[in-house]
């Protein structure tokens, strides 16, 4: 199972939105609504900040939302923040019923 | 809250073995699907492998990286969930993670433990 598409980097001001394409194919993130994101600061866990394509866990701030157009998953932040700068990862169950993550992005907030 | 608690992480020779362990609380740990997942330095998180919940089945299922070498075993009287590493090699040296799989299909994260595989 190849690793989902990410950009390895994305950058913008604080206030300006960006977002982060996840590509893969009809046997994972177009298959399946089982596609999450996740949130890493340097030496800690994972933080998931979306579930199920769109949904957003309980303290997960609103400027964070996900959306799905096929074999793509995207994550969008509006209103940047510094403290947003850290790596995200989306995550997709696939069709061999094992699950596979993107290489990673690194937002930074200039 | 789910918590989850990773040890046994260390320093193994090219060849050696070791097991990690996932102390699991504030699940129903017989219901619950747990996985395990690494990141190497600097590197993205890869998949390494999942138990299914005793419920349904108890199964595994592993990346194609660690097939054959690496084993997933649960004891659900101690709620742990465990990675018997052998044949370990130095590309396998990484963050270990435990992961539990909700519902919607996401994870909660133990906060890893390092296996260093180096001479």
């Known amino acids: 199972q190849s690793a989902l598409t990410q950009p390895a980097s994305v950058s913008g001001s604080p206030g300006q939105s960006i977002a982060i394409s996840c590509t893969g194919t009809s046997g994972d993130v177009g298959g399946y609504s089982y596609v999450s994101w996740y949130q890493q600061h340097p030496g800690k866990a994972p933080k998931l900040m979306i579930y199920?394509?769109?949904n957003r866990p309980s303290g997960v701030s609103d400027r964070f939302s996900g959306s799905k157009s096929g074999n793509t998953a995207s994550l969008t932040i509006s209103g940047l923040q510094a403290e947003d700068e850290a790596d995200y990862y989306c995550c997709s169950y696939t069709s061999d019923t094992t699950w596979v993550f993107g290489g990673g992005t690194k937002l930074t907030v200039l | 809250e789910v918590q989850l608690v990773d040890s046994g992480g260390g320093l193994v020779e090219p060849g050696g073995s070791l097991r990690l362990s996932c102390a699991v609380s504030g699940v129903t740990f017989i219901n619950a699907w747990m996985n395990w997942v690494r990141q190497a330095p600097g590197k993205g998180l890869e998949w390494v492998g999942r138990i299914k919940s005793t419920t349904d089945g108890g199964t595994t299922d592993y990346a194609a990286p660690v097939k054959g070498r690496f084993t997933i075993s649960r004891d659900d009287s101690k709620n742990t969930v465990y990675l018997q590493m052998n044949s370990l090699i130095t590309e396998d040296t990484a963050v270990y993670y435990c992961?539990?799989?909700?519902?919607?299909?996401?994870?909660?994260w133990g906060q890893g433990t390092l296996v260093t595989v180096s001479s």
């Open positions: 992961a539990h799989r909700r519902s919607t299909g996401s994870f909660d």
């Open positions: 199920e394509v769109s």
